[in-house]
């Protein structure tokens, strides 16, 4: 079992940076890939991220390519999402989960979710 924490949600203007970060229990933390979802009001939720159990390898959105970053810290149990040059269209309620296996976009492949952080971004 795996439980998720995320943070660093918050409100900022366009063009401006935040960093999410989500927090793991358990002990088998280095052993799951690790994703970033975002959800907006209407609308499904989509893959934002999704890094390897290593680090070593990642994936991204087209929408966010170039303007955001996913890294993990296993010593820490926390995967990060650093997110740059930020527009109003990335504001969604955020989420990460996790899988215990390797990388993957779609929603349904993931085994464990954290209750989301919240950010909005501002013309």
């Known amino acids: 079992q795996v439980q998720l924490v995320e943070s660093g949600g918050g409100s900022v203007q366009a063009g401006g940076s935040l960093r999410l970060s989500c927090a793991a229990s358990?002990?088998?933390?280095?052993?799951?890939?690790m994703g970033w979802f975002r959800q907006a009001p209407g609308k499904e939720r989509e893959f934002v991220a999704a890094?390897?159990?290593?680090?070593?390898?990642?994936l991204y959105a087209d929408s966010v390519k170039g303007r955001f970053t996913i890294s993990r810290d296993n010593a820490k149990n926390t995967v990060y999402l650093q997110m740059n040059s930020l527009k109003p269209e990335d504001t969604a309620a955020y989420y990460c989960?996790?899988?215990?296996?390797?990388?993957?976009?779609?929603?349904?492949?993931?085994?464990?979710w954290g209750q989301g952080t919240q950010v909005t971004v501002s013309s």
């Open positions: 989960a996790a899988r215990r296996s390797g990388l993957g976009r779609a929603v349904y492949l993931y085994d464990y």
């Open positions: 890094i390897s159990w290593s680090g070593g390898n990642t």
């Open positions: 358990g002990r088998t933390f280095s052993s799951y890939a």
